[in-house]
């Protein structure tokens, strides 16, 4: 049973490598060729186009300076993005809207000069020397990232390798810079580099004649709009035992007239175009923080939406009515939770209670902690960091690589760490290759370490001239370990490669040399 089961899942694991087209971007690499004058922008994997990436294409579109730039977005719905676009202004010929992984997709990510997104590109994805990638990332987080990440150490790998290959990082803070360097440990080994400013997204809450606009807009005005805004729960183990929605029709009814209650749930909430009695949907042709910057009161949960909205100076309170198994289950960072300056409902009573209650809403210190660098010109700021040629950190100590390729302990790793703790260095697990050999493992938070899968990216051709090539450091050895090194780790230098076994990844085979005496 168990065979039948390895076969398929390495029968699917091959159909979707085939489905993904992986060798295009082998292809495209090649080629050098960047468009110079070419943006692509991406927002939450194609699922919709909000936060910072919408907010630096609107101004970016609106600005007659990059009138003759081609404007590319990618998104799951092109058809659908299109009219929303052209609904609200932002839409002309220089606007093109292309289906994520699609041919299209894959040829424009591989040529836009200017890269921007705010989670990642896919792990196929070869950043060229040339091209400019900017990553904002999506919010202060509240629960733990990276290594950190209950129960799955190797979660983190896109995101760690995307912070490798960008230009720029955004970091809003200094917590969010140090979860960057530290739980995704690209701490001495990023070429790019990490800048401390505002987030683009939040500029919207400086401008108070747009919130005075969205109020009439969408009547508003003389009363007291709520919008809550929770976290998805679907990956936290079942925990949500609550009907959010409605509890949100009935807080709306009984808050009456003088309240009006939008909503903004997770599509696997409620049914698509479903329509309330009470309380309201966010309209659908606005931007979300747009939207958010006409509310009076914000409820949350967990979500980074708080630190952006407390910009505002408007009313945040949170509701945790499941605070001990959703910390349980996700981790959070304490430095954060143990100085939230909102007051916090665990039950539906106490929620309304605290809407009702007046309270100040002047985060004066937790502002000046977490939202140091946010302003009206934050998205002008980043769209200037863009178009400068990119900084790189220079003098930077190659980083050897020790490729965890056997049975091992916390305390052999630990004992490892101390031995070469003077150096500039990562291990390397192959979690595919070798799952059952780190299942004994829970020292990952206290050791840097980079994940290296065992499929590499060649082309079919390639692979055919690999697999018959009479010599192992031939020129083209050479050159698929280069490319597939800056496929995983960007401009990262490595230096040594040991490992125990000759049987590695191409991405470090060529380069690999005996696991050293010392250890």
Same mark, same amino acid.
């Given at each position: 049973?168990?065979?039948?089961?390895?076969?398929?899942?390495?029968?699917?694991?091959?159909?979707?490598?085939?489905?993904?087209?992986?060798?295009?971007?082998?292809?495209?690499?090649?080629?050098?060729?960047v468009?110079e004058?070419?943006?692509l922008?991406?927002?939450f994997g194609?699922?919709?186009?909000?936060?910072?990436?919408?907010?630096?294409?609107?101004?970016?579109?609106?600005?007659?300076?990059?009138?003759?730039?081609?404007?590319?977005?990618?998104? %799951?719905c092109?058809?659908?993005?299109?009219? $929303?676009? *052209?609904?609200?202004?932002?839409?002309?010929n /220089?606007?093109?809207?292309?289906?994520?992984?699609?041919?299209?997709?894959?040829?424009?990510l591989?040529?836009?000069?200017y890269?921007?997104?705010?989670?990642?590109?896919?792990?196929?994805?070869?950043?060229?020397?040339?091209?400019?990638y900017?990553?904002?990332?999506?919010?202060?987080?509240?629960?733990?990232?990276? /290594?950190?990440?209950?129960?799955?150490?190797?979660e983190c790998n896109?995101?760690?390798?995307?912070?490798?290959?960008?230009? $720029?990082?955004?970091?809003?803070?200094k917590?969010t810079?140090?979860v960057?360097?530290?739980?995704?440990?690209?701490?001495?080994?990023?070429?790019?580099?990490?800048?401390? %400013?505002g987030?683009?997204?939040n500029?919207?809450?400086?401008?108070?004649?747009?919130?005075?606009?969205?109020k009439?807009?969408?009547?508003?005005?003389?009363?007291?709009?709520?919008?809550?805004?929770?976290?998805?729960?679907?990956t936290?183990?079942?925990?949500?035992?609550?009907?959010?929605?409605?509890?949100?029709e009935?807080l709306?009814?009984?808050?009456?007239?003088?309240y009006?209650?939008?909503?903004?749930?997770?599509?696997?909430?409620?049914?698509?175009?479903?329509?309330?009695?009470y309380?309201?949907?966010?309209?659908?042709?606005?931007?979300?923080?747009?939207?958010?910057?006409?509310?009076?009161?914000?409820i949350?949960?967990?979500?980074?939406?708080?630190?952006?909205?407390a910009?505002?100076?408007?009313?945040?309170?949170?509701?945790?009515?499941?605070?001990?198994q959703?910390?349980?289950? /996700?981790?959070?960072?304490?430095?954060?939770?143990?100085?939230?300056p909102?007051p916090?409902?665990?039950?539906?009573?106490?929620?309304?209670?605290?809407?009702?209650?007046?309270?100040?809403?002047?985060?004066?210190?937790?502002?000046? %902690?977490?939202?140091?660098?946010?302003?009206?010109?934050?998205?002008?700021?980043?769209?200037?960091?863009l178009?400068?040629?990119?900084?790189?950190v220079?003098?930077?100590?190659?980083?050897?690589?020790?490729?965890?390729d056997?049975?091992?302990?916390?305390?052999m790793?630990?004992k490892?760490v101390?031995?070469?703790? *003077?150096?500039n260095?990562?291990?390397?697990?192959?979690?595919?290759?070798?799952?059952?050999r780190f299942?004994?493992?829970?020292?990952?938070?206290?050791?840097?370490?980079?994940?290296? $899968?065992?499929?590499?990216?060649?082309?079919i051709?390639?692979?055919?001239?690999y697999?018959?090539?009479?010599?192992?450091?031939?020129?083209?050895?050479?050159?698929?370990?280069?490319?597939?090194?800056?496929?995983?780790?960007?401009?990262?230098?490595?230096?040594?490669?040991?490992?125990?076994?000759?049987?590695?990844?191409?991405?470090?085979?060529?380069? /690999?040399?005996?696991?050293? *005496?010392?250890?």
């Amino acid at each position: 049973m168990n065979i039948v089961k390895s076969i398929n899942s390495r029968l699917n694991g091959i159909r979707q490598d085939f489905k993904s087209r992986y060798w295009e971007y082998g292809n495209y690499f090649k080629d050098q060729v960047v468009w110079e004058q070419s943006i692509l922008f991406e927002s939450f994997g194609g699922l919709n186009f909000q936060g910072n990436p919408y907010y630096i294409f609107k101004e970016i579109f609106l600005n007659n300076k990059y009138k003759e730039y081609d404007l590319y977005i990618s998104h %799951q719905c092109p058809e659908k993005l299109k009219e $929303y676009l *052209n609904n609200i202004k932002l839409y002309d010929n /220089r606007v093109k809207v292309i289906k994520i992984h699609s041919d299209e997709y894959r040829r424009v990510l591989s040529h836009c000069k200017y890269l921007i997104n705010n989670v990642s590109f896919n792990m196929n994805f070869i950043k060229k020397t040339e091209q400019v990638y900017l990553n904002t990332w999506h919010g202060t987080p509240l629960k733990c990232l990276g /290594r950190n990440i209950q129960n799955d150490p190797f979660e983190c790998n896109n995101a760690q390798r995307n912070f490798l290959l960008c230009d $720029y990082l955004l970091a809003p803070n200094k917590l969010t810079r140090n979860v960057y360097e530290n739980d995704y440990m690209v701490r001495g080994i990023m070429h790019g580099q990490i800048k401390e %400013q505002g987030y683009p997204r939040n500029s919207i809450f400086f401008d108070q004649n747009k919130r005075q606009s969205i109020k009439k807009r969408y009547g508003l005005e003389g009363k007291i709009s709520i919008f809550y805004m929770p976290t998805w729960r679907g990956t936290a183990n079942g925990i949500d035992d609550v009907d959010q929605v409605s509890e949100m029709e009935r807080l709306a009814k009984e808050l009456g007239e003088t309240y009006k209650v939008f909503v903004k749930f997770h599509p696997a909430m409620q049914k698509e175009g479903a329509k309330f009695k009470y309380c309201l949907n966010m309209p659908d042709n606005i931007e979300v923080y747009e939207f958010l910057n006409g509310m009076d009161i914000l409820i949350t949960d967990y979500s980074s939406v708080f630190f952006d909205f407390a910009n505002s100076d408007q009313k945040i309170i949170l509701y945790q009515y499941d605070q001990e198994q959703y910390y349980k289950s /996700r981790g959070m960072y304490s430095e954060v939770a143990n100085q939230l300056p909102f007051p916090i409902a665990f039950t539906y009573e106490e929620l309304k209670q605290y809407i009702k209650t007046e309270e100040s809403t002047i985060y004066t210190e937790f502002k000046k %902690q977490f939202c140091p660098f946010d302003s009206l010109k934050a998205t002008e700021e980043s769209i200037q960091l863009l178009m400068n040629l990119p900084e790189q950190v220079i003098g930077r100590m190659p980083v050897d690589l020790y490729i965890i390729d056997f049975l091992t302990t916390d305390e052999m790793l630990l004992k490892m760490v101390e031995k070469i703790k *003077n150096k500039n260095f990562r291990f390397v697990f192959i979690p595919k290759r070798s799952n059952k050999r780190f299942s004994n493992i829970t020292c990952f938070d206290k050791i840097d370490y980079l994940i290296l $899968y065992p499929n590499s990216k060649l082309t079919i051709k390639e692979r055919i001239i690999y697999l018959f090539s009479a010599l192992v450091n031939t020129k083209k050895h050479l050159y698929y370990m280069k490319r597939e090194q800056k496929r995983l780790w960007g401009a990262t230098d490595i230096g040594h490669i040991y490992s125990k076994t000759t049987h590695v990844p191409i991405a470090v085979k060529a380069q /690999r040399e005996e696991w050293p *005496n010392y250890l």
